[in-house]
């Protein structure tokens, strides 16, 4: 079955340290690969895609097939980075259905 | 360019019971998903509407159902309210059958069955 989970519901980490937040993918077809992000009373909003290969407000993410992980991470946490995360996955066997992980809350510490 | 809008925004109901619920896509967008987020997790696909048709479906028995109108505003119906409906209901239109996968959501309608 299609699964994404985000081992971690809640990840707390200091102004300026590294921040990674997990995602890991079941699926036996091409992946595509999202983050979604909401800030507080703001609606969810798409913060990056794999096939982009971008860096968004200092984030990036990297598709590992091979440990079906799609992981995101940014080298300095700034405090407005404080949100809740989703991981996303869009089946390639169905244009309209994208999965969503449990989220994971990122929390910075000033 | 005028987002997704959604109504109402908070509505209590009673086992049993039913509710329509109404979005309004983005300005430009023919696709409207909809989603089922309970508390403390993730969103849950229920279905997508594309040109007034139905285009996918999640697990969600019958009595979740939709419409789109020509000017691609959607509802989503649900008959025989059970406690466990209780959630925030999200719309998210997309331009297209959600390719890119980026979708664009409304703030939500929170839905109580007691």
């Known amino acids: 079955a299609q699964r994404v989970t985000q081992p971690e519901k809640l990840l707390s980490v200091f102004k300026g340290a590294p921040v990674e937040l997990k995602c890991n993918y079941s699926?036996?077809?091409?992946?595509?690969l999202f983050w979604y992000v909401q800030y507080s009373r703001q609606r969810l909003q798409l913060l990056l895609r794999h096939i982009s290969r971008e860096s968004i407000k200092g984030f990036t993410a990297d598709l590992n097939k091979g440990e079906t992980s799609f992981h995101l991470k940014k080298p300095f946490a700034q405090e407005e980075d404080s949100a809740m995360y989703y991981c996303?996955?869009?089946?390639?066997?169905?244009?309209?259905?994208?999965?969503f992980g449990s989220g994971t809350r990122l929390s910075i510490r000033p | 360019e005028t987002g997704v809008t959604q109504s109402p925004t908070h509505l209590i109901k009673t086992r049993g019971q039913q509710v329509t619920l109404r979005c309004s896509s983005q300005s430009g967008h023919n696709t409207v998903s909809w989603y089922q987020q309970a508390l403390g997790q993730g969103p849950q696909f229920i279905f997508q509407y594309y040109r007034e048709e139905e285009n996918g479906r999640g697990n969600f028995p019958p009595r979740f159902s939709g419409l789109q109108f020509p000017n691609y505003s959607s509802e989503l119906n649900v008959n025989a309210l059970e406690l466990d409906d209780s959630a925030l209901y999200l719309c998210?239109?997309?331009?297209?059958?959600?390719?890119?996968?980026?979708?664009?959501f409304g703030e939500g309608s929170r839905l109580t069955v007691l």
């Open positions: 998210a239109s997309s331009l297209g059958t959600g390719n890119t996968g980026e979708l664009f």
């Open positions: 699926y036996s077809g091409s992946p595509e």
């Open positions: 996303a996955l869009k089946l390639s066997s169905s244009a309209s259905k994208i999965i």
